[in-house]
């Protein structure tokens, strides 16, 4: 079965740079969630959209945007990176509902020098 | 703050005897739990869940407890497996209007063969 795709899978940036990352989520399912989990931390929110609308937000700072596109993939674009950026972000998908859980993507590792 | 909290960062089990891993909450808002098994390099994988509705759910080896008046729930698995070593965490959702999960910071679980 298909899974929830990322790219790139590893990337490494400096400082002050722009880094793009992208989501390419489970055929048919209609929400897209990020998550960012920092060295021994455990998986934090960041941003969700449902339809190609933001639905929820949390902990994103204001130096990252996220966005989903008409065939649902989601792109999350993070600028002015800090070293404190440098951390594993998931990309999950699902379908909309009370209790269907979310498939996780393999993740993107962003290493910020 | 912590809203999910795993007090146990690591726990070691003999192969063939039951694993517990345990999960306490905050928010009483709180109206789905799931727990994800995530190995290095791969993103979380889903393994069972509990609605807020239900004090017990079965899947195989894997049996997840909810004591809603302790705001606390166990995994049990039974028997535990070396392939189960791996980290689980535990997350919650909140209400309908957010779908987005809150983790704990994870229990690093080894099955010694």
């Known amino acids: 079965a298909a899974g929830v795709i990322q790219s790139p899978r590893h990337l490494i940036k400096e400082k002050r740079e722009t880094a793009t990352l992208k989501c390419y989520p489970i055929?048919?399912?209609?929400?897209v969630y990020w998550y960012q989990q920092g060295p021994g931390q455990d998986p934090q929110f960041l941003i969700s959209f449902y339809e190609k609308m933001q639905s929820d937000k949390g902990s994103i700072p204001d130096r990252f945007s996220a966005q989903q596109f008409s065939d649902y993939h989601s792109e999350l674009n993070m600028s002015s990176l800090e070293l404190g950026d440098s951390a594993l972000y998931f990309c999950?998908?699902?379908?909309?509902?009370?209790?269907?859980?979310?498939?996780f993507g393999p993740g993107t590792r962003l290493t910020v020098l | 703050d912590q809203q999910v909290k795993q007090n146990s960062p690591s726990l070691s089990v003999q192969e063939g005897r039951i694993s517990i891993l345990n999960c306490d909450y905050t928010n009483s808002m709180f109206d789905y739990f799931l727990w994800y098994k995530k190995y290095p390099a791969e993103g979380p994988t889903f393994l069972i869940s509990i609605s807020s509705i239900k004090d017990k759910n079965e899947d195989g080896r894997f049996t997840v407890f909810l004591n809603k008046s302790a705001k606390h729930l166990s995994l049990h698995i039974v028997p535990s497996q070396p392939g189960d070593s791996a980290v689980y965490f535990c997350a919650a959702r909140g209400r309908s209007g957010t779908y987005k999960y809150i983790f704990g910071t994870g229990t690093r679980l080894k099955v010694l063969a």
């Open positions: 055929p048919r399912h209609d929400t």
């Open positions: 999950a998908s699902s379908l909309r509902g009370s209790y269907n859980e979310q498939f």
